[in-house]
Each structure stands twice: as C-alpha cells, then as structure tokens.
T-cell receptor, first 113, second 112 residues
Framework: DVKVTQSSRYLVKRTGEKVFLECVQD?????MFWYRQDPGLGLRLIYF???????EKGDIPEGYSVSREKKERFSLILESASTNQTSMYLC????????????FGPGTRLTVT | QKEVEQNSGPLSVPEGAIASLNCTYS??????FFWYRQYSGKSPELIMS????GDKEDGRFTAQLNKASQYVSLLIRDSQPSDSATYLC????????????FGQGTELSVKP
C-alpha cells in the first residue's frame, strides 16, 4: 500500500511565524504535490516537484516555498504565516507515468491566529 | 468554463439504489481520469482510475469514460450509508505531466 505521511494533523501558529509542513512517501514516487483545500474553493495546487531539488509553481504559490532535498520528502514552507493561510493542507505523491495516479496524505489542518 | 465540472449536489439516494455521479471536462487532450472519495474531515482516497473509452468495474464501482463527449461518470451499485462522502473527479492532460485538474466534487448522501 502507498503510504504518504504528514508531520502534523493539527497545527496552530501565530501570524508572522515561519511554518514547516513535512510530507514523506514510501513508494519511490518521482512526483510530489502540495495542495490546500478550502470550502467552496476545492483543491488548489500550491507547488509540485518531479524530481529531487526540482520545484514548479502551481496555481497559488504566493506566500509559500518548498524544498525537496530527498526523493521521499517534500516540505512546504510558509515564510510568514498569515490568517488567510488557515486551511487544510494536503500532500500527495504520484507516479511519473503513464498512470499519473496520486495518493494523498492525511492532511494538516493549519490555523493561523 | 471550468476545466473539470461536477454537480455539487447534494445527491441523495436511498440505500440499495444506484448512485450516478457525473463529470465533464473541457480539454480534448485529457488522457487519464480518476475518481476520489473524500469523507468529511479526511483526505481524498483514490477509488477508480480509467484511461480508455468504455466501462471499468471494481466491486460495486463502475467508471465510464466517453472521450468523444468529454464525459466520465462513476456508478455506485447497492449504495450504502458508508458511501456518503464527497466524490472528486480528476483529469490528467497529455501535456501536463503528473498534474491533475480536480473538479469541485459532488456530495453524495445515502439514506438508510
């Protein structure tokens, strides 16, 4: 079974703090993704990576950065957390092809106060 | 026009009935199609993937793909209250590598 784990299920941070969300997958997938999910807005792609040390912006990268130093680990960084970054953050990993199936971690519900 | 469209629902069906969930997509070069189930407060779980025109069956689930009509559906036979969830349709386009485009999801409620 594919296993994607995220460092925290719930996180509360203060405005202006630097926040690290970590994601680890055990399936040797090349692709890893960070999404956020908000009511009424659906899943929105923040950043993704097709390889170690490689990153590409998704649809809403502003206010976020990422790091992929090892194949199995993909970190999302909020440089200076703001209240509008309160959300559910979902990490996914997936195959390069041809199937492109993605598998999600359990999610981190982040609250910024 | 949204790239992937689903009726938001809620779709309500009685226990034991067939639930039919529909999804349309705008880009003809889409090549891979997925259905995810998401329970409230949980993360999406992949339940079906389909790549060729026609039907694909897995237990009580059947995915149907019609590329000419740009339409993919999910049928759930013998619906159970435990099937109550939001179902997300996702599409991979030929030139987008591993990126998926997700619909907004259809909420399904199965009444005992």
């Amino acid at each position: 079974d594919v296993k994607v784990t995220q460092s925290s299920r719930y996180l509360v941070k203060r405005t202006g703090e630097k926040v690290f969300l970590e994601c680890v997958q055990d399936m040797d997938h090349e692709n890893m993704f960070w999404y956020r999910q908000d009511p009424g807005l659906g899943l929105r792609l923040i950043y993704f990576s097709y390889d170690v040390k490689m990153k590409e912006k998704g649809d809403i990268p502003e206010g976020y950065s990422v790091s992929r130093e090892k194949k199995e680990r993909f970190s999302l960084i909020l440089e200076s957390a703001s209240t509008n970054q309160t959300s559910m953050y979902l990490c996914a990993s997936g195959e390069q092809g041809p199937s492109y199936e993605q598998y999600f971690g359990p999610g981190t519900r982040l609250t910024v106060t | 026009q949204k790239e992937v469209e689903q009726n938001s629902g809620p779709l309500s069906v009685p226990e034991g009935a067939i639930a039919s969930l529909n999804c349309t997509y705008s880009d003809r070069v889409s090549q891979s199609f997925f259905w995810y189930r998401q329970y409230s407060g949980k993360s999406p779980e992949l339940i079906m993937s389909i790549y060729s025109n026609g039907d694909k069956e897995d237990g009580r689930f059947t995915a149907q793909l019609n590329k000419a009509s740009q339409y993919v559906s999910l049928l759930i036979r013998d619906s159970q209250p435990s099937d109550s969830a939001t179902y997300l349709c996702a599409v991979n386009r030929y030139n987008q590598g591993g990126k998926l485009i997700f619909g907004q999801g259809t909420e399904l409620s199965v009444k005992p």
